[in-house]
């Protein structure tokens, strides 16, 4: 990152305390499911206590689907030019929970399925006023 | 009365296509004059309107019906807006329904226009004002526009199924061999399967001719009573259906806009649309083999293969090996988008389901010419909207 000034996608969706980000979820006691971003409440119909904390998500977990952003996302991402393709990625964590984000530093040719990775925290795009928009992402361990 | 005694007595389309210098409210006009035509029936007969539209033709849309009334001539009608994403189109078809049916009116009129942003639809013009972001502000600033969300869902189906680049590409084919032969399509010619694979590639695995375009579109349908609708026509299509969906819990499919999904083992893809199409088939007491041809949501070449199996029409992973045999092209065992479809079209969001019924009622009354589906006496069609909508609707000779 830069010397932008960092602007975030959204409050409560990571955690630096640690040193490292983590994702803040979502876990119900009740039940054992979690949700991203976090919530107030459970959204499981099948359970009744629905007694929900929020938690920090494990680090890493797995690739399990990907698709390659060839073409310059719509506002209001301000793409850069010359525009370099984008690799999204579904990450199955081991809670059980899939999240969807872009990988750090990583180019079509290098993604695969069941590549391991862990949660970072980068820039998205950046904004016409000098801002860098910033959101979690995922990079190769 | 129940649904299954509503008729629809009159149908009418704008052509789909970018009509940068017309007004909505104008396209939304033709329509009905259509409609109220093929009906043989006046504006001033219609006692009930149920309207949707999206906002890229303007914040007026939020209330399309009652800004179409005004323009059709203000009599006081009762009128409903309705918004269920691009599912608003079948939607607004149960919501008629519903109003014949209950008695609210003897002529219910359903309406929608809609204009759409170029490209990739962005973000919609209320984006900027939601105090507090939801997983719909955080996608757009992520850069997920719709064909992601997708191509994450086709990439499934190759590693499970080994459907193939190239199976997406015949999809396209096909819809356009169909689209070539509707003169309200946007698209009338037809690719080939060199020319779709050369395509470029937007969100691999979707190439740009296998992700449908963004078109301006309005349409329009007069429903009645089944027992009244003799006095208007001589050629009334009746209602078998027409059902609404939204998703079960632990459904695996990322669907548009989430940035997380809870999978839970058994739970169907899209279950919205399983949901939906299994309701219509209960509705209506008759099962996928009764179908004669569907016209499905097929924003991409992925909804075909993924539609054909969530509809029953094949078992899940079967959806190539039909498409290799033929099976989908009108008369095939089972025709898919005669009309067409989304990729001869483009999507116009909430009007959409429009086309499809347009082409369902004209399928059913035997008009098609060329692209008749011969002997056609049922026909199915689903549309699926953003956040887990759907609607499915079945009609009958």
Redesign the interface.
């Known amino acids: 990152m830069g010397e932008n000034k960092q602007v975030l996608i959204g409050e409560n969706l990571f955690d630096m305390s640690g040193g490292e980000p983590a994702l803040i979820v979502t876990h119900c006691k009740s039940c054992g499911d979690y949700f991203f971003p976090k919530t107030f409440t459970c959204h499981n119909p099948e359970c009744k206590e629905k007694d929900v904390e929020d938690t920090l998500l494990s680090r890493r977990g797995v690739i399990e689907n990907y698709s390659i952003m060839n073409y310059p996302p719509p506002p209001p991402f301000v793409a850069k030019d010359p525009y370099e393709p984008i690799v999204c990625a579904a990450v199955k964590f081991p809670e059980g929970i899939v999240i969807i984000g872009m990988m750090e530093n990583m180019t079509a040719d290098q993604v695969k399925i069941g590549m391991e990775v862990e949660v970072t925290v980068g820039t998205l795009y950046t904004n016409k006023n000098g801002e860098d928009i910033i959101a979690w992402k995922f990079k190769a361990v | 009365m129940t649904m299954k005694d509503v008729a629809i007595i009159g149908v009418g389309l704008h052509p789909w296509g970018k009509f940068p210098e017309k007004p909505w409210t104008q396209m939304a006009k033709e329509a009905i004059d259509e409609a109220l035509a093929d009906a043989g029936v006046q504006w001033k007969d219609i006692g009930f309107v149920i309207s949707g539209s999206q906002l890229w033709g303007g914040r007026k849309g939020i209330y399309s019906g009652t800004y179409t009334e005004e323009v059709m001539g203000n009599i006081g009608l009762p009128v409903v807006n309705v918004n269920n994403a691009c599912a608003t189109g079948g939607t607004m078809l149960t919501v008629a329904a519903m109003a014949v049916a209950s008695g609210a009116a003897d002529l219910v009129l359903a309406v929608s226009a809609d204009k759409s942003?170029k490209?990739?639809?962005?973000?919609l013009p209320v984006?900027?004002e939601e105090p507090v972001?939801s997983?719909d502000?955080?996608?757009?600033?992520?850069?997920?526009?719709n064909p992601?969300y997708w191509?994450?869902e086709m990439?499934?189906r190759m590693?499970k199924y080994g459907d193939t680049e190239e199976h997406l590409a015949k999809v396209k084919v096909l819809m356009s061999k169909h689209g070539k032969l509707n003169p309200k399509a946007r698209y009338q010619r037809e690719f080939s399967l060199e020319e779709v694979l050369a395509s470029?590639?937007?969100?691999?695995?979707l190439r740009l001719y296998e992700i449908c375009a963004t078109s301006d579109g309005a349409g329009a349908a007069i429903l009645c009573s089944k027992e009244k609708a003799r006095q208007y026509t001589s050629k009334p299509i009746y209602m078998m259906a027409s059902a609404l969906g939204s998703p079960l819990?632990g459904d695996p499919t990322?669907r548009i806009p989430?940035?997380?999904?809870?999978?839970k083992p058994g739970v169907p893809v899209i279950s919205e649309s399983w949901v939906a199409a299994h309701r219509a088939y209960e509705e209506a007491g008759i099962g996928p083999e009764d179908i004669d041809f569907v016209e499905l949501p097929d924003n991409s070449a992925w909804h075909v293969l993924q539609y054909i199996e969530t509809m029953g029409f094949c078992g899940e992973g079967e959806a190539c090996a039909c498409l290799d045999r033929g099976d989908f092209a009108i008369g095939g065992r089972i025709p898919v988008c005669p009309s067409g479809g989304f990729s001869s079209f483009g999507e116009a969001t909430m009007a959409q389901g429009f086309a499809q019924l347009y082409e369902m009622v004209l399928q059913l009354r035997g008009v098609c010419g060329p692209r008749q589906v011969e002997g056609a006496k049922v026909g199915m069609s689903e549309v699926y909207g953003a956040a887990g909508n759907n609607a499915a609707i079945i009609l009958r000779k």
């Not at chain 2, 502000?137 to 526009?145: A, K, S, V």
């Not at chain 2, 989430?258 to 999978?263: A, C």
């Open positions: 942003a490209g990739f639809f962005p973000a984006y900027h972001p997983d502000t955080l996608r757009w600033n992520m850069g997920l526009p992601v191509a994450l990439r499934k590693l470029a590639m937007v969100t691999d695995p819990y990322a989430v940035v997380s999904i809870t999978p």
